[in-house]
Nanobody, 124 residues
Framework: QVQLVESGGGLVQAGGSLTLSCAAS????????MAWFRQAPGKEQDFVAA???????YYADSVKGRFTSSRDNAKNTIYLQMSNLQAEDTAVYYC??????????????????WGRGTQVTVSS
């Protein structure tokens, strides 16, 4: 059974930092793109970052320069380092893996596997 489990969420003050982790089990994703999405209350799920198997990282404009995503293929884990967090970063953060179509990896519809999410709350 394939599972993606996020961890590291919590409550942080504006300007603070958090690092999220997403550990995969049940199969290896070393040859698959892995990504982060987030969903704020009342809003759609949005792309945050993705890391390719060759370790190239891509980011939403809203987080560029503040967030860094990386992965450890040996551990089957993707990370999201978040700094200078702002109130608008408050959301449930989800990891996703294994793109099932050639459509953009920024689309939430193209991934086979999802974690259950971890809450990040930024107080202003």
């Amino acid at each position: 059974q394939v599972q993606l489990v996020e961890s590291g969420g919590g409550l942080v003050q504006a300007g603070g930092s958090l690092t999220l982790s997403c550990a995969a089990s049940g199969r290896t994703f070393s040859m698959s793109i892995m990504a982060w999405f987030r969903q704020a209350p009342g809003k759609e799920q949005d792309f945050v970052a993705a890391v390719t198997p060759s370790l190239d990282a891509y980011y939403a404009d809203s987080v560029k320069g503040r967030f860094t995503s990386s992965r450890d293929n040996a551990k089957n884990t993707i990370y999201l380092q978040m700094s200078n967090l702002q109130a608008e970063d408050t959301a449930v953060y989800y990891c996703a893996a294994d793109r099932k179509s050639p459509d953009s990896f920024m689309s939430r519809y193209v991934y086979n596997y999802w974690g259950r999410g971890t809450q990040v709350t930024v107080s202003s």
